[in-house]
C-alpha cells in the first residue's frame, strides 16, 4: 500500500523535463508536430523553468543532458512515424491531453 501511495505521489508531481535526442534509438517516445491543435493527441507549452511544471500535463521543460530528463524524446519527419502528435500552445492555460489514452506515453 505505502508503495503504491510512493508511486502515485511521485508520478502526479514530478516534473516533465523533456531531452530532444538526436538520434531516434536514443528516445522513449518518437514526437511529431501537427500543424493544427485538432489534430493533436497533446497540446504542449514550453516552460521557462523546471519549477513552472507540475507532471504530465503538456508542460515541458526541455533540459540540455539526457541523464537529467524524465522522458527522451526524438522528433520525426512524418506523422506515421510518431508514437505522440503534439501541436504547441502560445499559453499555459491551453495545454492538456486531447487523447488520454497516449497519457502513459509520458509517465
Known sequence: MTLIFIL???LQFSAQKI???DYQ???DVKVFVVKYESQADLK???VDYQSQDEG???KWF???YSSQA???IYF???ESQADLKIFFVKYQSQTGWKKKEKKQLMY
Open 19 to 21: 531531452f530532444s535526442a
Open 8 to 10: 502515485l505521489f511521485t
Open 25 to 27: 534509438s536514443q528516445a
Open 56 to 58: 504530465n500535463d503538456g
Open 76 to 78: 520525426v519527419d512524418y
Open 44 to 46: 504542449v507549452y514550453k
Open 62 to 64: 526541455f533540459v540540455k
Open 70 to 72: 524524465d522522458k527522451k
